[in-house]
């Protein structure tokens, strides 16, 4: 699978948009971005996925770029409930591969 | 909301001793997973399940290490003989085909004394 590098932290105020960036230079054509976030110790979330059109769901949105060697998830209204860390994933959506977790992005979210 | 769930959500065992974990995953998934989490570090892959085989598992994944599906609807780890490095949170995960996404359950904290 495809390394990722993020960003060790990022804050964030409360209400405005969290843009948390990933960078994934040697993705392969077959392979997906996926994002996960883990609130403290509890189980990882599902957040989104693409392959290379940009993704929005009621959660988030994911903008790949045009060379797929980045991404950028967005929170568009960050919360408190949002402090998490957040993991960028590439992984191939075939034979229900493994996912590979890195040490991922801690957002704090501030009042 | 369909979800995977895991039982205990805490266990403290003495080293040596056997402990199972069990999860029960989303009905109809067919894909499952254990991961482990020490405290502090990565989540980390364990082994994968599918058509009551390991289709794939990891370095960790020893020979004290087992997984098993037994009724349809379980799904357990078992560690033969605990060892102190075993204390983490063990996540198990489902899916319910290849193409789609993994969904994860609370967690289970082992504590090994």
């Known amino acids: 699978d495809a390394k990722t590098t993020q960003p060790p932290s990022m804050d964030c105020a409360e209400g405005r948009a969290a843009n948390l960036p990933c960078n994934h230079s040697?993705?392969?054509?077959?392979?997906?971005v996926y994002w996960y976030r883990q609130i403290h110790s509890q189980g990882p979330q599902y957040i989104i996925h693409g392959l290379k059109n940009n993704e929005t769901n009621e959660m988030a949105s994911l903008i790949i770029t045009e060379d797929r060697k980045s991404s950028t998830l967005i929170l568009p209204h960050a919360t408190l409930r949002d402090t998490a860390v957040y993991y960028c994933?590439?992984?191939?959506?075939?034979?229900?591969?493994?996912?590979?977790f890195g040490e991922g992005t801690q957002l704090t979210v501030n009042p | 909301e369909p979800e995977v769930t895991q039982t205990p959500s805490h266990q403290v065992t003495q080293m040596g001793q056997e402990v199972i974990l069990r999860c029960v995953p989303i009905?109809?998934?067919?894909?499952f997973y254990w991961y482990r989490q020490i405290l502090g570090q990565k989540v980390e892959f364990l082994v994968s399940f599918y058509n009551n085989e390991i289709s794939e598992k990891s370095e960790i994944f020893d020979d004290q290490f087992s997984v098993e599906r037994p009724d349809g609807s379980n799904f357990t780890l078992k560690i033969r003989s605990t060892k102190l490095e075993d204390s983490a949170m063990y996540f198990c995960a489902s899916l319910p085909r290849a193409q789609e996404t993994q969904y994860f359950g609370p967690g289970t904290r082992l504590l090994v004394l």
């Open positions: 994933i590439v992984r191939p959506q075939t034979s229900g591969s493994r996912l590979t």
């Open positions: 040697t993705i392969s054509g077959n392979e997906y």
């Open positions: 009905s109809n998934h067919l894909y």
